[in-house]
């Protein structure tokens, strides 16, 4: 069983940072993209942040020049560094594995609070 391990979540006054984790224990070759996704209360999951397998990145509007997602080495594993963090940046953090075979895979979700 594929499985997706996100750490990294807490709490945090506007204007600090967090970093996130994820790393999944699935087949390396069988991953076309790892991102980061949120959801606040009452509203739906969107895209904060993805890493495709060819290196490009996406992120959401919203942080763009605050957030940076970055890949280790192991290619495992990707980081969500977030700088100057608003209080709408208050939500649950999800990965997703977009697999190339397979259907995604979701982590349980890291909660991310940001007081002002």
């Known amino acids: 069983q594929v499985q997706v391990v996100e750490s990294g979540g807490g709490s945090v006054q506007a204007g600090g940072s967090l970093t996130l984790s994820c790393t999944t224990s699935?087949?390396?070759?069988?991953?076309?993209?790892m991102g980061w996704y949120r959801q606040a209360p009452g509203k739906q999951r969107d895209l904060v942040a993805l890493i495709n397998r060819d290196e490009s990145i996406k992120y959401s509007d919203s942080v763009k020049g605050r957030f940076n997602i970055a890949r280790a080495a192991a290619r495992n594993t990707v980081y969500l560094q977030m700088n100057n963090l608003k209080p709408e940046d208050t939500a649950v953090y999800y990965c997703?594995?977009?697999?190339?075979?397979?259907?995604?895979?979701w982590g349980k979700g890291t909660l991310v609070t940001v007081s002002s």
């Open positions: 997703n594995v977009d697999r190339i075979f397979g259907a995604d895979i």
């Open positions: 699935g087949n390396i070759a069988n991953i076309n993209a």
